[in-house]
């Protein structure tokens, strides 16, 4: 059974929905990887075998918690920069239980409204994150965010914020969660003239975009992915080319359900120029260098690009700008372990 939290704060013009995860990252050792059959290096999701290792890491060692989740994330940093608390809103399903206080209270020192739909008697998503030298092995139990409900949003002070914000943000992942929530968005922010930025996330996610059915992207304005995303995606769709400018330009220029403006698309490179497509245009953006020295964690590069890129969106700023501050975003967030960040920007 499912209930939901009543602290809604009902303020907010950027809109995330997707997968709330607490991420409990510590500096570990050979013997706890070793008694759970870890590779220093590594991603995988929990078993059975795993469950009791967030409380070891909580109770043995010195973790720190941080609010995660790819669409959390980038929440986090747009809300980061855009300074101003409940600026940005943030829904997700989580368990009833420590996990969820420690998540809220982490997210909410940043600014971010998160407004949880809490189900009694599952576990909050949890990933666990253990650094040994340069090595990160991650362990992910993802819980109760496989259970959001679309009824959450027929809440009176749910619909609330969701008639107060102006853009939404939602993440592939979310995708196979509820896609009966997803559409009730699009389809209020089409008819509301509001603006809809979506996120390939993944190569096996691709598919439900190019779903000729369920055609997801009629509804969306913004869609970000990386070059495997892009390349998968154009497979998908039938697209003609192997060029990553061509899969942009062909993916913009898709039909669209709001005319009232132009969709952007950004497929990232790593290193290598992002790119970008808008108005029957493709640009290629340099991607400015972090010394190798300074990277710690590459993980949440990609959603503190997308924070970055929506903080100056939700200002009304030239897509350059945008482009430029996720650029500035992503390079902050690199130095640091997980999707973290200074106390205060310096982006100007």
């Given at each position: 059974m499912a209930t939901e939290e009543n602290n809604i704060v009902p303020?907010?013009?950027?809109?995330?929905?997707?997968?709330?995860?607490?991420?409990?990252?510590?500096?570990g050792d050979k013997a706890l990887l070793d008694e759970y059959n870890?590779?220093?290096?590594?991603?995988?999701?929990?078993?059975?075998?795993?469950?009791?290792?967030?409380e070891k890491m909580i109770d043995k060692y010195e973790p720190a918690f941080l609010a995660g989740g790819a669409t959390q994330n980038s929440i986090r940093v747009a809300q980061w920069l855009l300074k101003r608390p409940g600026t940005t809103t943030f829904f997700g399903a989580v368990g009833d239980d420590k996990y969820k206080d420690i998540l809220e209270e982490t997210a909410r020192k940043v600014g971010v409204n998160?407004?949880?739909?809490?189900?009694?008697?599952?576990?909050?998503g949890r990933c666990g994150a253990i650094i040994t030298g340069e090595d990160r092995s991650l362990v992910t139990e993802l819980g109760a965010a496989q259970h959001f409900k679309s009824e959450f949003l027929e809440k009176p002070e749910s619909w609330n914020l969701v008639e107060k914000a102006k853009y939404f943000y939602i993440g592939g992942f979310f995708i196979p969660v509820s896609i009966e929530s997803i559409l009730k968005l699009v389809k209020h922010a089409v008819t509301t003239n509001k603006t809809v930025?979506?996120?390939?996330?993944?190569?096996?996610?691709?598919k439900y975009y190019a779903d000729p059915e369920l055609n997801l992207l009629q509804y969306v304005?913004?869609?970000?992915?990386?070059?495997?995303?892009?390349?998968?995606?154009?497979?998908?769709?039938?697209?003609p080319t192997k060029d990553i400018k061509e899969m942009a330009r062909l993916t913009a220029q898709l039909p669209k359900l709001n005319s009232s403006r132009k969709r952007i698309v950004v497929f990232t490179q790593g290193r290598a120029p992002t790119i970008v497509a808008h108005d029957g245009k493709v640009t290629e953006v340099a991607v400015v260098p972090v010394e190798p020295k300074l990277i710690k964690d590459t993980n949440g590069c990609g959603d503190a690009f997308v924070g970055g890129f929506l903080s100056q969106l939700v200002k009304g700023?030239?897509?350059?700008?945008?482009?430029?501050?996720?650029?500035?975003?992503?390079?902050?967030v690199i130095q640091h372990f997980g999707c973290n960040f200074p106390p205060e920007p310096d982006f100007k």
């Open positions: 303020e907010g013009i950027l809109l995330g929905i997707g997968n709330p995860l607490l991420d409990i990252l510590i500096s870890l590779l220093p290096n590594n991603a995988i999701l929990a078993t059975e075998d795993h469950r009791s290792i967030y998160v407004c949880y739909y809490v189900h009694k008697g599952m576990t909050t930025i979506m996120n390939l996330h993944a190569t096996f996610l691709c304005d913004v869609l970000f992915g990386n070059g495997d995303e892009a390349a998968e995606f154009s497979k998908l769709k039938g697209f700023k030239p897509l350059s700008e945008c482009l430029r501050c996720g650029s500035y975003a992503s390079r902050v």
